[in-house]
């Protein structure tokens, strides 16, 4: 069966989809970075805040702790 590439041919084109795909990926990476900043920072000041809602859950409803 006849390839229509040769060997150097298919692996120079594999590099290069690399190298377009790896750069297109860190371009969405950099116009979503921000946010992706914003949503993680929220999710770890959520996880630590919990234990602080436990804590107080013994003496207040868990909707009046989590507020205060």
């Given at each position: ?41 929220a999710a770890l000041i959520a ?22």
């Amino acid at each position: 069966m006849n390839s229509i590439f040769s060997p150097i041919q298919q692996l120079l084109i594999t590099w290069l989809l690399i190298l377009i795909t790896g750069s297109v990926t860190l371009s969405a990476l950099s116009y979503v970075g921000e946010l992706i900043s914003i949503l993680l920072t929220a999710a770890l000041i959520a996880f630590a805040l919990n234990y602080a809602v436990a804590a107080v859950r013994a003496f207040l409803p868990r909707t009046l702790a989590a507020v205060l």
